[in-house]
């Protein structure tokens, strides 16, 4: 099993910055991606951006483009979340997932509250 621990969210003011990280335990000898997915109240969850774990490659969605950076740790297998310009459309629960190879379902985290006012 893979154990994911998601910190750092808070509220912040509009324009303001945040940065997510996500601790990943247990089972990690392999490790395909990982990412970033929020989900707001009353909507499904989304996806905001990844990480191919060997060459560090990213994907984001557009809405993040620009304002978010994703990055990551090998060595100690952690994830990070850099989040500026906010808006209060960001606001959500972000949760972390990993892949442990490329077409297994990912694992999860419990997700933090990333609140931004306007």
């Known amino acids: 099993q893979v154990q994911l621990v998601e910190s750092g969210g808070g509220l912040v003011q509009a324009g303001g910055s945040l940065r997510l990280s996500c601790a990943a335990s247990g089972r990690t000898f392999s490790i395909y991606s990982m990412g970033w997915f929020r989900q707001a109240p009353g909507k499904e969850r989304e996806f905001v951006t990844a990480?191919?774990?060997?060459?560090?490659?990213?994907t984001y969605a557009d809405s993040v483009k620009g304002r978010f950076t994703i990055s990551r740790d090998n060595a100690n297998n952690m994830l990070y979340l850099q989040m500026n310009s906010l808006k209060p459309e960001d606001t959500a629960v972000y949760y972390c997932?990993?892949?442990?190879?490329?077409?297994?379902?990912?694992?999860w985290g419990q997700g933090t509250q990333v609140t931004v006012s306007s």
């Open positions: 997932n990993l892949r442990a190879y490329r077409n297994t379902l990912p694992y």
């Open positions: 990480i191919n774990w060997s060459d560090a490659s990213a």
